[in-house]
Nanobody, 125 residues
Framework: QVHLREPGAGLVQPGGSLRLSCAASGLALDVYAIGWFRQAPWKEREAVSCISANDKETYYGDSVKGRFAISRDNAKNMVYLQMNSLEAEDTDKYYC??????????????????WGQGTLVTVSS
């Protein structure tokens, strides 16, 4: 059975850093494009960052450019989202998703092949 999960939830102060992990069981992440998304109940889902299967393409949303970085460790079958200079506006539930198509991931389509359950990030003093 395939599962994606996102350990790394936490409370962090404004200006702080947090690293989210996307861990997979039952599938090899290195052949998938991976995206990080965030969504609060009252907001539309936002594509935060995406990485292609061959790592040659990355995408960052305008609100996180220069602050967040996506990377993967294929040996550990993990994809990470390093979040720096966090702001209160970054408070959200974060999800990772995997799909064969990088362009579908960037588009943030709901039909992506695999989704994690999400993890809550709270930025507050």
């Amino acid at each position: 059975q395939v599962h994606l999960r996102e350990p790394g939830a936490g409370l962090v102060q404004p200006g702080g850093s947090l690293r989210l992990s996307c861990a997979a069981s039952g599938l090899a992440l290195d052949v998938y494009a991976i995206g990080w998304f965030r969504q609060a109940p009252w907001k539309e889902r936002e594509a935060v960052s995406c990485i292609s299967a061959n790592d040659k393409e990355t995408y960052y949303g305008d609100s996180v450019k220069g602050r967040f970085a996506i990377s993967r460790d294929n040996a550990k079958n993990m994809v990470y989202l390093q979040m720096n200079s966090l702001e209160a506006e970054d408070t959200d539930k974060y999800y990772c998703a995997a799909d064969w198509s990088y362009h579908k991931v960037v588009a943030g389509l709901g039909s992506l092949e695999h989704w994690g359950q999400g993890t809550l990030v709270t930025v507050s003093s």
